[in-house]
């Protein structure tokens, strides 16, 4: 999240668009409220219009990001920071976030993602909710509204099961393309994560709770029974509680989990014929 500068153009293969609207900055980081005792995160910091504000407030970052013209510029800018401004010019796709984890401080992760990689980088990010506190991120707004979604929400998918899996989602506020340049052609929005001390609903195998959900989805206007035919049977579902002729997005997050730990403990006990 930066301001648009002179000194470096806006590259649509980054997905990059600068934040300029001093109005809408002071509310992100209202809504963040940084202190001096946090381990503060931000990916794609661009031209540090939010990073300014940030380490301002908390005195340090690490900053990740991937254009290789704009760190001298950053390092530059924020030089008398020190160390206590680290930039790791890496893929946040690919990055491990644990290892910025030097204390017990939980990381508190900021950014403007971009909208062609938005949905893949926030699952890379849930896998690390462990060392996660919270997450605030400028999404486009039709990616946030899916998050929020509940069941039987036209919105309802994947993303916001496994989102809510991990996280607690909260929606700020809507973000309209004039507040950046270039503008995007659509609205944003700010949206808040934060990773559950204790799952209200834990999967014996999230890796298995992925795949059912995954699969559930794979044609949303289909029914549970056609879609989840590769991995159990309409009687098998009837047998948990679950109407086979249901679509996917009318079932809780509770609901994918008993699917998951059935089939979790049926490979566990491939012998074991169900009734």
């Known amino acids: 999240m930066s301001k648009r500068s002179p000194m470096h ?23 963040i409220a940084p202190r001096k005792s946090d381990h503060l995160v931000e990916i794609g910091p661009g031209l540090g ?17 991937l254009d290789r013209d704009l760190p001298p510029i950053l390092r530059s800018k924020f030089f008398n920071y020190g160390d206590k401004f680290r930039i790791f010019e890496e893929d946040a796709m690919k990055f491990d976030f644990r290892m910025l984890q030097d204390d017990d401080r939980p990381l508190r992760v900021v950014g403007n993602l971009p909208y062609n990689i938005s949905t893949q980088l926030i699952f890379h990010l849930l896998r690390h909710s462990d060392c996660i506190l919270d997450m605030h991120f400028m ?3 039709e990616v946030v ?12 998918g994947r993303l916001g099961i496994m989102a809510q899996y991990f996280c607690k989602v909260e929606k700020l506020f809507v973000v309209p393309p ?21 799952l209200p609903v834990e999967a014996q195998d999230v890796a298995m709770l992925e795949r059912v959900v995954r699969t ?9 029974r056609n879609n989840l035919k590769p991995l159990l049977s309409g009687d098998e579902l009837e047998q948990l509680g679950i109407d086979p002729g249901l679509r996917p997005e009318r079932l809780a997050l509770a609901e994918f ?3 998951s730990d059935y089939l979790s403990n049926k490979n566990d006990n491939p012998n074991e014929e169900s009734e």
């Open 139 to 141: 999404l486009q707004k």
């Open 257 to 259: 989990v008993r699917i």
């Open 178 to 198: 004039g507040a950046f340049n270039p503008a995007p052609k659509v609205d944003s929005a700010i949206i808040r994560l934060t990773p559950y001390q204790q």
């Open 9 to 31: 153009q806006a590259r649509k293969r980054f997905g990059q668009n600068f934040l300029h609207d001093a109005g809408i900055i002071r509310r992100i980081i209202s809504a």
């Open 145 to 156: 509204d899916r998050m929020a979604a509940g069941p039987g929400e036209n919105n309802y």
């Open 49 to 65: 219009a939010l990073t300014e504000e940030l380490l301002d407030a908390a005195g340090a970052l690490d900053a990740i990001e």
């Open 216 to 224: 559930a989805f794979t044609m949303r206007r289909k029914t549970l």
